[in-house]
């Protein structure tokens, strides 16, 4: 199933600054209503979490979180997941955990 995700820096800088966020040790993550029939996802690891081979892990598991627990999500929103230099050198079930965890705050599961 694929993913849609967040591309234009317009479209981040808007969820910033009107969403609400959470974060743990590992993530942050920023919700905020898209008024549509879909989410929509965007990642973002800075520099500080690594070079770009372990940026690149750290993405690919969180979006690889997101792919496995789409249905349990609910619908309409644009969500946008910053990675913490903690997050670096996690496996695949601490970001899991982590993602599920944030969305369970920002109260965006299904029961």
Same mark, same amino acid.
């Given at each position: 199933?694929?993913?849609?995700?967040?591309?234009?820096?317009?479209? /981040?800088?808007?969820?910033?600054? =009107?969403?609400? %966020?959470?974060?743990?040790?590992?993530?942050?993550?920023?919700?905020?209503?898209?008024?549509?029939?879909?989410?929509?996802?965007?990642?973002?690891?800075?520099?500080?979490?690594?070079? %770009?081979?372990?940026?690149?892990?750290?993405?690919?598991?969180?979006?690889? %979180?997101?792919?496995?627990?789409?249905? =349990?999500?609910?619908?309409? /929103?644009?969500?946008?997941?910053? @990675?913490?230099?903690? @997050?670096?050198?996690?496996?695949?079930?601490?970001?899991? %955990? @982590?993602?599920?965890?944030? @969305?369970?705050?920002?109260?965006?599961?299904?029961?």
């Amino acid at each position: 199933m694929v993913v849609d995700s967040i591309k234009k820096n317009r479209d /981040f800088v808007k969820v910033y600054r =009107q969403g609400k %966020s959470y974060a743990n040790k590992y993530l942050v993550m920023y919700v905020l209503k898209n008024n549509s029939e879909k989410n929509r996802y965007g990642i973002s690891v800075s520099k500080k979490v690594g070079n %770009s081979v372990v940026r690149h892990r750290v993405t690919r598991l969180i979006r690889e %979180s997101i792919r496995l627990n789409l249905e =349990q999500f609910e619908k309409g /929103f644009d969500i946008v997941l910053i @990675a913490r230099n903690t @997050a670096k050198g996690k496996s695949y079930y601490e970001i899991e %955990s @982590a993602v599920l965890h944030l @969305a369970k705050m920002h109260h965006i599961i299904k029961r």
